[in-house]
């Protein structure tokens, strides 16, 4: 059975690979790459949790220095799938009490020869730093504000899967929210600009970065006109870890300007769906009906498909860290 799954995922791959060797932001990506690991993410969703020896025989480190649940279950759980081991480093290690520098910890844990290291940080441009001092493969699983490239995927994959499409062109993507300390946002915008969708923003004027519309979108200070119309309605957190509650009046008057009610789900298109990257704050985001069991909500697929993509550039990565050192030990 795994034998006939393998092979089907062989077949989908056609002996393609990522033109990068670890994956920081999603500028770093080719539309090459994006539809290898959208076709490869779906024949993983397929074989759902079927223990597979893809990665047998390598080492994955999750080093997380902020809390994650979603992200650090789903890397994990991933990895071990494809018949990886698995360990996970996170804020309270000795390194980071101790006053360890991110490269001194993380060119220790490369010394366990781990193949891929999975980073995610509070401050922007870490793993990018790291991916500079080991021989690993270095993939960003949130940093700071900046970005969270796997949830951009997932994201994206979401909404192809929805629109039975290879691409967004012709859909308008409504993100609503928190836009200013969301590294979902940074990577989100990026990927569906690349797949040709509208983009619009709708936030508090606060939580608008100034430079907002260098991603090619269109600002809406109306949440009612930004929803006109909309393919998908995408709604983020206000994030009180990094400051946001300064920025707004109080959480109930942000729900009640900006939070997606079902009046207000009601002025998108009828086929129109929900989306948030979760943690959900209920009834402050998104009202609580519409969370996990409304037809409408994909909240849960977002989750499903985190584990189908993550697996997917789990095993490309993995097999592109086995080629570069099969090329270093030939020079
Ligand atoms: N969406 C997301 O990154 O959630 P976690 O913080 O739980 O990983």
Redesign the pocket.
């Known amino acids: 059975m795994t034998d006939a799954i393998e092979q089907n995922l062989r077949l989908l791959r056609a002996e393609r690979d990522l033109s990068c060797f670890d994956i920081y932001s999603i500028d770093q990506l080719t539309a090459g790459d994006l539809s290898l690991i959208f076709d490869l993410a779906r024949g993983f969703r397929e074989a759902k949790t079927a223990k597979l020896s893809l990665g047998k025989g390598n080492t994955q480190i999750n080093c997380f220095f902020e809390?994650?649940?979603?992200?650090?279950a789903s890397f994990d759980l991933s990895a071990k799938h494809l018949g990886m081991d698995t360990t996970n480093v996170g804020g309270g290690s000795s390194s980071a009490k101790k006053g360890e520098s991110f490269i001194d910890t993380a060119e220790t844990l490369d010394a366990y020869n781990a193949k891929t290291i999975i980073v995610?940080s509070a401050e922007a441009g870490v793993a990018e730093v790291i991916a500079r001092h080991v021989n690993a493969s270095v993939l960003n699983?949130?940093d700071g504000w900046h970005e969270?490239p796997t949830?951009g995927l997932l994201d994206a994959l979401t909404m192809l899967d929805q629109f039975e499409s290879d691409d967004l062109k012709g859909r308008i993507i409504t993100i609503v929210g928190d836009i200013m300390h969301s590294r979902?946002f940074g990577s989100l915008v990026r990927v569906l600009v690349k797949l040709g969708a509208t983009v619009r923003v709708a936030a508090p004027a606060t939580l608008l970065p100034d430079e907002v519309d260098k991603f090619g979108v269109t600002v809406f200070h109306n949440i009612e006109v930004a929803l006109d119309g909309a393919d998908v309605v995408y709604a983020l957190r206000v994030q009180e870890e990094r400051g946001a509650k300064g920025f707004i009046p109080t959480l109930r008057e942000y729900a009640k300007t900006f939070g997606i009610s079902e009046r207000r789900l009601e002025l998108a298109k009828p086929d129109a769906i929900l989306m948030h990257?979760?943690?959900v704050i209920r009834d402050i985001d998104v009202h609580s009906a519409l969370v996990s069991r409304h037809p409408r909500s994909r909240i849960l697929q977002q989750v499903e498909n985190g584990m189908a993509v993550r697996k997917a550039l789990l095993w490309l990565l993995v097999d592109r860290v086995d080629k570069a050192l099969k090329e270093f030990s030939r020079m």
């Open positions: 809390p994650s649940t979603r992200t650090q995610r699983a949130g969270h949830q979902v990257p979760g943690p």
